[in-house]
């Protein structure tokens, strides 16, 4: 059986002035450009409220490390009361939209993801020593990485929307 230890759980909250549309493919291109992984939108929700919309997003992904470790994350977008609106920027009026925006991210490191060494007692005994003893600096190293990748991508998207937020 694969263990999975959940390194990384974070979120962001936003209130304000986005495109919602050119966030969203920040967001999708930032993670499989930076970190690799091959994502996939498991539910996408919208719910209109009058002129106003609420959407519920969720990405699962992963990306094999090794034969042995992969990495695991799952994003969810929470969108409340995202309604359009025009601005007004270099006397140029622009439609974009408004809202709020928590996003929360999950990264996960999973272990024999395949199974190979559930087989039999001997198996899970020698999985054992070999994580303890063999490959504790190359589990450490995996484990900040993916650390690093899940804040790295909160810090961008958070960047991201102070930047749009400002213009």
Excluded: H
């Excluded at 209130?15 to 970190?35: A, P, Q």
């Excluded at 359009?84 to 996960?108: C, P």
């Amino acid at each position: 059986m694969t263990e999975k230890d959940k390194l990384f759980s974070s979120k962001i909250k936003y209130n304000g002035v986005l495109l919602f549309s050119e966030f969203y493919r920040f967001c999708y291109d930032w993670l499989i450009d930076e970190t690799g992984l091959i994502l996939s939108e498991d539910k996408y929700a919208e719910k209109l409220a009058g002129d106003s919309k609420n959407i519920d997003i969720e990405w699962n992904g992963f990306r094999n490390l090794t034969d042995y470790f992969r990495f695991e994350a799952k994003v969810n977008f929470k969108i409340i009361g995202l309604t359009n609106v025009e601005i007004t920027q270099d006397n140029k009026k622009i439609k974009t939209n408004k809202g709020n925006v928590e996003m929360s991210i999950k990264g996960v490191l999973a272990r024999d993801y395949k199974g190979k060494f559930e087989r039999t007692a001997m198996q899970k005994f020698m999985r054992a020593i070999y994580e303890k003893w063999v490959i504790p600096a190359r589990v450490e190293q995996f484990e900040e990485k993916i650390i690093k990748d899940c804040d790295d991508f909160l810090s961008q998207a958070k960047a991201y929307l102070d930047l749009e937020g400002k213009r």
